[in-house]
């Protein structure tokens, strides 16, 4: 029964420092079998996500050496086998990253398909467009995704939507592919950014990531290279809204702060003051938050990735907000653990119509996904008394020492994992 345990009610102050984009780790470690000599990655968030896809890259053949904590050398020279086990496609998506990888290098992957998610049904239909204009047959047979290659030829792809996965998935396999291959309506997210720049560190010739018209002239082979990953502008935003949340001040260290600038913009919308520097962004909150309205969108749109932490937010703020989910259909799914803290959120399709409270009251909850988890976590932190959250293991998935790094902020937060460790806790706050 791992959970968190809060004491609700400081304001949190301080500063903290933000680790490397795990997002943009999980596509950077696959990526990182693609090459035959050894390849140092550094600033590697330690969460279970990025430690899972480390022991399915292990499980193909490759060698994987942790160097410290944040620091890992992968070196694919040895890969034996191209399926990745059920096993770790179950318990993390991201391991299809696996196939863009494998499909190129050695034209042929065989991956688990992964399903639908706690947040949303999860599509892939878009990275198989695209290995197929690559010239891959792919076909789903008994729950695995089988991808095989003559060769892979450029191609000219335009994306339906606008896909995260799909866009750095297919860059991958064009990386290995004879020709030039565009891809049109790509993502524009800094991670996409961030395993381009990986790859071409690696000798790959990617032109444009960032924009939403992607170039690849194909290398058919990558070197060994030195990297170090992109801050993570989700934990940052995460901890930017507990400062809104608890009425605190703090300072998020060796971020982007060009990668925050919607968060900053619709935090300084509803009133905290926001001061950047070149790698920090403070935000102080010594006003009542007041209302507005928010729309997820892909990048430089504001992030689904922060829609719970904005909502559970709004619903501290004076007044009527409405938050609209454009990207996942079942993202809401938290709202009923705030109404249990005393919030007013009504979810109608995907819009939730916010009426602002005065507080909220600690209650037993269960994160149902990651970032929700964490929205709930900060919740916990400006509710008045004790808020018991559980399932931490999705928040944990994401968040490296999420409850060390909040205890540094001043908050009163523990992670117990008996009944025994939860009545002391009680005990010691009184
Ligand atoms: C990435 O997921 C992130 N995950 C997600 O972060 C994030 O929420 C999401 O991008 C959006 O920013 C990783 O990077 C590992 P998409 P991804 O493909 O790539 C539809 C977190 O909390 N779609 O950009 O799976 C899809 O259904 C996680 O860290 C198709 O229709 O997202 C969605 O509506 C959760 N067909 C939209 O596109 C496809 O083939 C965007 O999804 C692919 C996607």
Redesign the pocket.
Known sequence: MEQYVIKGGNPLVGEVEIGGA???A??ILAAATMADETVLIENMPDVR?TNILLQAIESIGAIVERVDRHTVKINGSRISNLVIADDYVKK???SY?LIGALLGKYKSARVALPGG?N???????????GWKALGADVKIEHGLIITEAEKLSGSHIY??????????NVMMSAVMAEGQTIIENA?K?P?VVDVANFLNSMGANIKGAGTDVIRIKGTGRLHGTEYTIIPDQ?EAGTFMFAAAITKGDITVKNVIPKHLESISAKLAEIGCEIEESDDAVRVVASKPLTHTQVKTL??PGF???MQPQMVVTLALARGASIVTE????N?FKYVDEMTRMGGDIKVEGNTAFINGVEKYTGASITAP???AGAALVIAGLSAEGITTVDDIKYIE??YEDFHIKLQSLGAVIERVDSERELQKFKLKIG
């Open positions: 795990k997002n943009a999980l596509a996500d993390i998506r991201a990253y998610c947040i949303g049904s999860r599509p892939i239909d878009q990275h198989i467009k994306m339906d939507v606008v896909s995260v996965g799909a866009t750095i993502a997210e991670h989700i892909p990048y992030p689904t990735d454009s990207i996942f259909e993202r996904d990651l970032r998935r994401g």
